[in-house]
């Protein structure tokens, strides 16, 4: 059994209010070197079964990012 | 200016139910081999100054993540 790790983004040029709002909380809370935050979506998958990757990948396109305003990464879990 | 990236998952003792919803829902889309799922949250900071992984750190510890109910890591973006 592999463990897969998807990532989802919201693609670059989409406005990611989430992340605006921590990166505007950040300065009251003493953090002045953070110039940047997005915010987006993690997953780990147990899969079963040859090519693990490969169903990860056509899980994620299916299911858990919209290709429309997301991106996604897949990457097998270094354990 | 160095990207961090920081995972926050749910401790494996707490109930997921995003992450539950998510695998009752795979077999009906003929996906039969992710034997569990569970979701998190995937944050890419942009840090400037030195100890940019530090400084992520104390961020995910006091705004990014509930340390009751989950766990976070800290890594350094590949690129």
């Known amino acids: ?7 989802v983004m919201l ?4 406005l990611d209010p989430q992340g605006q709002a921590i ?6 809370l003493g953090f002045d070197q953070v ?10 998958l147990d899969v079963t079964g040859d090519d693990a990757d ?7 396109q299916t299911l858990l990012a ?6 996604f990464t897949v990457r097998l879990a270094a354990e």
């Open 23 to 28: 990166q505007r909380a950040l300065p009251s």
């Open 35 to 44: 110039s940047s935050v997005r915010q987006g979506k993690h997953f780990e």
């Open 11 to 14: 693609k670059p040029e989409i």
């Open 54 to 60: 490969r169903v990860a990948e056509q899980v994620a």
């Open 1 to 7: 059994m592999a463990k897969v790790v998807v990532d």
């Open 66 to 71: 919209n290709p429309v305003i997301e991106d």
